[in-house]
């Protein structure tokens, strides 16, 4: 019965004030505009430590790898000499991995043009809207917020 309701919930639409929810939108942006960039100022300094670490690690291989190839060049004999190619590499690829928050501000424009826009003081919205605009709940949002929270939290 449940399921049965929650698909008729679905397929229904809403009429709502349209200045009401050109303001609600509008809420909803700058909330999500202050986790964006909250977001961002603890990706950036988690991506500048992990810059940091990455150069350490780096110049530690590059210590490493310089003297046994010194050692190795040094002690070169002609079964070495034959064998060798005319390039090698001195230091291999070092990456840095981090997921980067993301902005979803054109999704709020959007739907706040939408409402600017349209010439009558209320407007239909599907369920799908409803939950997107009115409730702040988007297809990205659980993603956004997992990201966000990880650099927040940092």
Same mark, same amino acid.
């Not at 986790?35 to 991506?47: I, S």
């Not at 310089?66 to 070495?80: H, M």
């Given at each position: 019965?449940?399921?049965? %309701?929650?698909?008729?919930?679905?397929?229904?639409?809403?009429?709502?004030?349209?200045?009401?929810?050109?303001?609600?939108?509008?809420?909803?942006?700058?909330?999500?505009?202050?986790?964006?960039?909250?977001?961002?100022?603890?990706?950036?300094? %988690?991506?500048?430590?992990?810059?940091?670490?990455? +150069?350490?690690?780096?110049?530690?291989?590059?210590?490493?790898?310089?003297?046994?190839?010194?050692?190795?060049?040094?002690?070169?004999?002609?079964?070495?000499?034959?064998?060798?190619?005319?390039?090698?590499?001195?230091?291999?690829?070092?990456?840095?991995?981090?997921?980067?928050?993301?902005?979803?501000?054109?999704?709020?424009?959007?739907?706040?043009?939408? %409402?600017?826009?349209?010439?009558?003081?209320?407007?239909?919205?599907?369920?799908?809207?409803?939950?997107? +605009?009115?409730?702040?709940?988007?297809?990205?949002?659980?993603?956004?917020?997992?990201?966000?929270?990880?650099?927040?939290?940092?």
């Amino acid at each position: 019965m449940a399921q049965m %309701a929650r698909m008729d919930q679905e397929t229904r639409t809403v009429e709502v004030n349209r200045i009401k929810l050109i303001a609600t939108l509008e809420a909803n942006r700058v909330k999500h505009i202050q986790d964006f960039n909250e977001a961002m100022t603890g990706y950036k300094a %988690a991506l500048l430590g992990k810059i940091d670490e990455a +150069f350490s690690d780096a110049k530690k291989q590059l210590e490493v790898k310089y003297q046994k190839t010194k050692e190795r060049v040094t002690e070169f004999n002609d079964a070495d000499i034959a064998k060798q190619r005319d390039s090698f590499s001195i230091l291999d690829g070092i990456a840095v991995e981090m997921r980067v928050p993301r902005s979803y501000v054109k999704e709020y424009d959007a739907a706040i043009d939408i %409402a600017k826009w349209d010439v009558n003081d209320t407007l239909e919205l599907t369920h799908a809207e409803f939950t997107c +605009f009115v409730r702040d709940e988007w297809d990205w949002k659980s993603g956004f917020e997992a990201v966000s929270t990880m650099y927040k939290m940092s």
